[in-house]
T-cell receptor, first 118, second 110 residues
Framework: GAGVSQSPRYKVTKRGQDVALRCDPI?????LYWYRQALGQGPEFLTY????????KSGLPNDRFSAERPKGSFSTLEIQRTEQGDSAMYLC????????????????FGPGTRLTVL | GNSVTQMEGPVTLSEEAFLTINCTYT??????LFWYVQYPGEGLQLLLK?????DKGSNKGFEATYRKETTSFHLEKGSVQVSDSAVYFC?????????FGKGTMLLVSP
């Protein structure tokens, strides 16, 4: 079946612009996660949802970053007034079971969106 | 807080050599442990996992055993192939999500 998809795959923007990144999880998956991966580093947690409810946003770096999942299906990660330091790969993952913490359910990752801020 | 430490790469091996990539962790409670692999130009793929102490995860000839006493989850493969060249990430579950190591690049030459 279809895996996690993300769009766009590549995004180049100028400093100060707003961007929106989209994630479509595997159909039927309840939990959706966002991570950020700097070059040469491991992914770092940003936020996650169970259905449409944002459960944990402790990893969002500052209030320029926000995410929503309005109907419990796809999610959008928005970055306002982008800065060069926001350049990274943004990864989305989903898992079948509702994340009640601590989670042992497998997370399936999408291909990522490579964001470059000039 | 939770953390994962992996050996730095790149690890360079000849085909059919034995592979070990070390991973140690710090965590509260009883996390699950994972190895993910990232092939060039692709997303992260789950390679194997273990959910409790002494469990062994295995897949595609790779193995790792959850060692609570040494807080380790080392990845091993008896005979690597060129197609195994990738970046390998060790990870653990925290309360709600994954904490990753920095990754170890593996390069296998013919």
């Amino acid at each position: 079946g279809a895996g996690v998809s993300q769009s766009p795959r590549y995004k180049v923007t100028k400093r100060g612009q707003d961007v929106a990144l989209r994630c479509d999880p595997i159909s039927g998956h309840v939990s959706l996660y966002w991570y950020r991966q700097a070059l040469g580093q491991g992914p770092e947690f940003l936020t996650y949802f169970n259905y449409e409810a944002q459960q944990d946003k402790s990893g969002l770096p500052n209030d320029r970053f926000s995410a929503e999942r309005p109907k419990g299906s796809f999610s959008t990660l928005e970055i306002q007034r982008t800065e060069q330091g926001d350049s990274a790969m943004y990864l989305c993952a989903s898992s079948l079971v509702r994340n009640r913490g601590p989670s042992t359910d497998t997370q399936y990752f999408g291909p990522g969106t490579r964001l470059t801020v000039l | 807080g939770n953390s994962v430490t992996q050996m730095e790469g790149p690890v360079t091996l000849s085909e059919e050599a034995f592979l070990t990539i070390n991973c140690t962790y710090t965590a509260t409670g009883y996390p699950s442990l994972f190895w993910y692999v990232q092939y060039p130009g692709e997303g992260l793929q789950l390679l194997l996992k273990a959910t409790k102490a002494d469990d062994k995860g295995s897949n595609k000839g790779f193995e790792a055993t959850y060692r609570k006493e040494t807080t380790s989850f080392h990845l091993e493969k008896g005979s690597v192939q060129v197609s195994d060249s990738a970046v390998y990430f060790c990870a653990l579950t925290g309360y709600s999500t994954l904490t990753f190591g920095k990754g170890t690049m593996l390069l296998v030459s013919p």
